[in-house]
């Protein structure tokens, strides 16, 4: 806790002073353009990958980047996507997975979770993801796991359309969605490109986008 203590204490004298006025016209408003959903595994931090300052993104963070089906007992993630959606009026979401994901290699390896029951339960909704990924051949375990990284960013966009703001947004074409793997060494990012379902490098695709939005008169 020192740490986050003397952080603060550093934001406060150094930082703060430097950006009062964003921070006096955040102090009232957000208008972010972008949901983004990721792990919360400590290395990740979208903010920093980003480079966006505050108010710019909306964030949720949980074990896996999962986003539940939308059921008629929608939870904490069902409830901020449709705030984000609707409320706030977000115009891209990002799914981002990321390399050496404990939730996932958990998922990819089979792991008892016996020890682990409410993770085990929310681990659940990455299911779709394993049995795509226990069908194709890996050349090692490491490869397993990527794998399974990358089927879960799409088993996640696939589940976020079910929820009714998503949709009713893609139907107005205000809404695109995009599905990220961030990996940790290197830097750098890949994103579906949901034409050819394939993951490509981001800095070299940067138009990149897994579902775009789709035109008023089509969804018409």
């Known amino acids: 806790m020192k740490a986050l ?42 903010e920093l990958l980003t480079q966006q300052e505050p108010g710019e993104l909306f964030v949720i963070r949980n074990a896996g980047n999962i986003v ?77 796991v990527s794998s399974m990284v990358r ?6 966009l696939a589940n976020i359309q079910t929820h009714p703001s998503v949709r009713l947004a893609q139907e107005k074409g205000l809404l695109k969605l995009h599905g990220w793997v961030y990996d940790i060494e290197t830097g750098s990012i890949d994103a579906l490109n949901g034409s050819s379902r394939q993951f490509v490098s981001l800095a070299e695709h940067p138009d990149t986008c897994a579902v775009p939005a789709r035109s008023t008169d089509a969804a018409a």
Not at 18 to 25: E, P
Not at 81 to 99: F, K, N, P, Q, R
Not at 126 to 131: F, T
Not at 151 to 156: C, D, G, K, L, T
Request: net charge negative; aromatic share 6%.
């Open 5 to 46: 203590i003397e952080g603060f204490l550093k934001f406060q004298k150094d930082v703060f002073p430097q950006r009062t006025d964003l921070f006096k016209h955040l102090a009232t408003t957000q208008h972010p353009g972008t949901l983004f959903i990721t792990c919360s595994d400590s290395r990740v931090v979208p």
């Open 151 to 156: 089927e879960n960013v799409i088993a996640q």
């Open 68 to 144: 539940p089906s939308y059921s008629p007992h929608p939870g904490g993630v069902s409830a901020t996507v449709e705030y984000a959606v609707a409320v706030l009026g977000v115009t891209d979401i990002v799914i981002c997975g990321h390399s050496d994901c404990g939730a996932m290699t958990a998922v990819a390896k089979c792991t008892c979770m016996d020890h682990l029951p409410a993770v085990g339960s929310w681990l659940q909704h990455a299911e779709s993801a394993k049995v795509i990924n226990e069908s194709r051949p890996h050349a090692n375990e490491a490869a397993k």
